[in-house]
């Protein structure tokens, strides 16, 4: 069965840091654009950030300068690593892969910043 499932949200004070971990299983994404999406409360999802499979990465104006997404293709994993974190950065965080236009998405992993 192919599936994302991500890891490492929770609840982190304004200011602090979270490490977010995407593992892929049943496919190899060594080819795939991987990347990160959230989602908040009675917003659209919207595009954190995502990796190319030479590397590039692209963000959000929001998140330039604080996130920070790389992939491990040996280990089929793409992490993003979020510092100085925003309560306007609270949101269900999901890891998606595409590929050929087919897009696979993870179940979603909770970010809470309290102010």
């Known amino acids: 069965q192919v599936q994302l499932a991500e890891s490492g949200g929770g609840l982190v004070h304004a200011g602090g840091s979270l490490r977010l971990s995407c593992a892929a299983s049943?496919?190899?994404?060594?080819?795939?654009?991987m990347a990160w999406y959230r989602q908040a409360p009675g917003k659209q999802r919207e595009l954190v950030a995502e990796?190319?499979?030479?590397?590039?990465?692209n963000y959000a104006d929001s998140v330039k300068g604080r996130f920070t997404i790389s992939r491990t293709d040996a280990k089929n994993t793409v992490n993003l690593q979020m510092n100085s974190l925003k309560p306007e950065d609270t949101a269900v965080y999901y890891c998606?892969?595409?590929?050929?236009?087919?897009?696979?998405w993870g179940q979603g992993t909770q970010v809470t910043v309290s102010s």
């Open positions: 998606s892969s595409r590929i050929f236009g087919t897009t696979l």
């Open positions: 990796i190319i499979t030479s590397g590039n990465a």
């Open positions: 049943g496919t190899i994404v060594s080819f795939n654009t």
